[in-house]
């Protein structure tokens, strides 16, 4: 295991602490929280942790069965106590651009549901400004090249449907993922966040503001936990 995954591995790891029996726990998507799904299993398998999970897409749902975690549909429970999830960029404020995996809509849902939201990540990922990571936006197939046009207008900056090989990617809800290429300029996610959701064709933007509670970084030095002092776990 490389440098880099290894941080990845204890961040992941070290965010389970905040998991307790009896929870309803969102199970995010992505490199770094795939370690978090990893160990719950462990937990549950060798420690008898009792927990349901909601899976934020349709790879961790696959590894969430393997490794042995209950699952249950968002619409069998009011609420979520928690979600772990990674993120693409944390900004100072705690604000995050996520979508890298193409998860967005899914994972948008389940933290808005959740009451506290868990961030796994590795100290590349903090930013002073967001947007240096391509922020993707999740858009309808229809008209979908009209729908980059305008995002490239308001963001004013150069847009592109994210492919694989010869053929666009295609989201866990069948649409597409524009892929905008801001650089470290969006520093005012809020309203950016809005001005996006103004366009038809969008379905969702993965700037994900006021939602994310803890940050577990993982470092060189060793894991450092953030607590945003705005959030619900102060």
Do not use: W
Request: glycine share 10%.
């Amino acid at each position: 295991m490389d440098r880099v995954e290894l941080l990845k591995q204890q961040a992941g790891i070290e965010a389970c602490i905040y998991v307790k029996n009896g929870m309803k726990v969102g199970l995010g998507t992505g490199s770094t929280v795939k370690h978090t799904v990893i160990e719950l299993g462990r937990k549950i398998n060798e420690e008898g942790l009792e927990i349901v999970g909601i899976p934020t897409s349709l790879a961790t749902e696959k590894l969430a069965k393997k490794v042995g975690i209950p699952l249950i549909d968002l619409a069998e429970c009011s609420h979520l106590d928690v979600v772990i999830d990674g993120a693409d960029e944390v900004d100072g404020e705690f604000n995050l651009i996520k979508g890298g995996g193409a998860a967005l809509v899914r994972e948008k849902i389940v933290a808005q549901e959740s009451l506290s939201m868990i961030v796994v990540a590795d100290e590349r990922k903090m930013v002073g400004v967001l947007g240096a990571f391509p922020l993707p936006v999740e858009i309808t197939p229809f008209a979908y090249q009209s729908t980059i046009n305008q995002l490239a207008k308001l963001l004013d900056c150069r847009v592109n449907c994210r492919m694989s090989g010869d053929n666009p990617v295609v989201t866990d809800n069948g649409n597409y993922i524009a892929d905008a290429h801001c650089g470290p300029t969006i520093n005012q996610p809020v309203y950016t966040e809005a001005e996006i959701l103004k366009i038809a064709g969008v379905v969702q933007v993965g700037l994900f503001n006021n939602m994310c509670d803890v940050v577990v970084v993982a470092k060189d030095s060793g894991v450092e936990v953030l607590t945003n002092p705005n959030g619900r776990m102060v």
